[in-house]
């Protein structure tokens, strides 16, 4: 799997957009970009995921370069309780059940 | 139950002590995993399922040990506890045969477990 590269931490104001960035220089053409997040003390939660094209859902978007190298995850609009660890992951879909490998991630601080 | 259940919440263990920690999942998922978590470190796979009867080592597994009789159950048992095992374990499911993916995985609110 490719490894990524993710800022310790960020912080963002309630209501404005979270951007976090992951860059995966390694990536390889049938890997996918994942992201999750970790609320304390919660399990891990998955977000979104995408290959190549930008993704959204009802929690984020997902932006990846046309070169694939690095991506951006957007919380539009983000709110106290979004403050998590997010990490980026890199894995082709079809992996298999061994898990997936979780780095330090991002800790993300909404400032009221 | 409706997802991903853990038991127990929390446990204090003396060590050289059996252990086994429950999974039970509900959405018929074909994959499971457990996972620890330390303070500092991402988590690190224990042990993986694909499917019922079978089961896999993942990148910490020594010391612990899984079954899977059946889809929905998926304990993972400590023989003999020692406390570099005290850490926060996390059950997790995917749906891998339906969607052809292993990567969007549920997981459960953890147990954490304390090693004296």
């Known amino acids: 799997d490719a490894k990524t590269t993710q800022p310790p931490s960020m912080d963002c104001a309630e209501g404005r957009a979270a951007n976090l960035p992951c860059n995966h220089s390694?990536?390889?053409?049938?890997?996918?970009v994942y992201w999750y997040r970790q609320i304390h003390s919660q399990g891990p939660q998955y977000i979104i995921h995408?290959?190549?094209n930008n993704e959204t859902n009802e929690m984020a978007s997902l932006i990846i370069t046309e070169d694939r190298k690095s991506s951006t995850l957007i919380l539009p609009h983000a709110t106290l309780r979004d403050t998590a660890v997010y990490y980026c992951?890199?894995?082709?879909?079809?992996?298999?059940?061994?898990?997936?490998?979780f780095g330090k991630g991002t800790h993300l601080i909404i400032q009221p | 139950i409706a997802g991903i259940t853990q038991a127990p919440t929390s446990q204090i263990l003396a060590a050289g002590r059996r252990m086994t920690l429950r999974c039970t999942q509900d959405?018929?998922?074909?994959?499971m995993y457990w996972y620890r978590q330390d303070l500092g470190l991402g988590l690190r796979l224990i042990h993986y399922?694909?499917?019922?009867?079978?089961?896999g080592k993942g990148e910490v597994p020594d010391g612990y040990s899984v079954s899977r009789a059946n889809t929905d159950d998926f304990p993972l048992t400590l023989a003999s506890a020692v406390p570099s095992q005290t850490s926060v374990y996390f059950c997790?499911?995917?749906?891998?045969?339906?969607?052809?993916?292993?990567?969007?995985?549920?997981f459960g609110p953890g147990t954490r477990l304390t090693v004296l």
């Open positions: 992951i890199v894995r082709s879909r079809g992996g298999g059940a061994d898990g997936l490998t």
């Open positions: 399922s694909n499917t019922a009867g079978t089961t």
């Open positions: 995408g290959l190549k």
């Open positions: 997790a499911s995917s749906d891998s045969y339906r969607q052809g993916v292993y990567n969007e995985q549920f």
């Open positions: 390694t990536i390889s053409g049938n890997e996918y």
């Open positions: 959405m018929r998922h074909n994959a």
